[in-house]
């Protein structure tokens, strides 16, 4: 059975970091992009970065510079290091896999940037 669990999110002030990490299970997750999403109050759904099995990474550019992605195959965790936060970033961050025909969610992690 296939798990995915974020952790990590909180209420941050403005300037301030955050680490989330995202727990995979019940698949082969060395082979697996990984990304992750967020949705913001009254928004859709948006990319924030991605990276590949091999470690190549991409990023939406409102978050170039201040957000990093990075995985840890040996523990089958997704990292999102993010720093520089603005209010702006406030939302539900998720964690997704995807490969082929097999995409896994997590349940998402609340960040709140608020002074």
């Known amino acids: 059975q296939v798990h995915i669990v974020e952790s990590g999110g909180g209420l941050v002030q403005p300037g301030g970091s955050l680490r989330l990490s995202c727990a995979a299970s019940?698949?082969?997750?060395?082979?697996?992009?990984m990304g992750w999403y967020r949705r913001a109050p009254g928004k859709q759904r948006e990319l924030v970065a991605t990276?590949?099995?091999?470690?190549?990474?991409n990023y939406t550019d409102a978050v170039k510079g201040r957000f990093t992605i990075s995985r840890d195959n040996a523990k089958n965790t997704v990292y999102l290091q993010m720093n520089s936060l603005k209010p702006e970033d406030t939302a539900v961050y998720y964690c997704n896999a995807v490969r082929t025909i097999y995409t896994y969610w997590g349940q998402g992690t609340q960040v709140t940037v608020s002074s």
């Open positions: 019940g698949f082969i997750f060395s082979i697996f992009p």
């Open positions: 990276i590949t099995s091999g470690g190549s990474t």
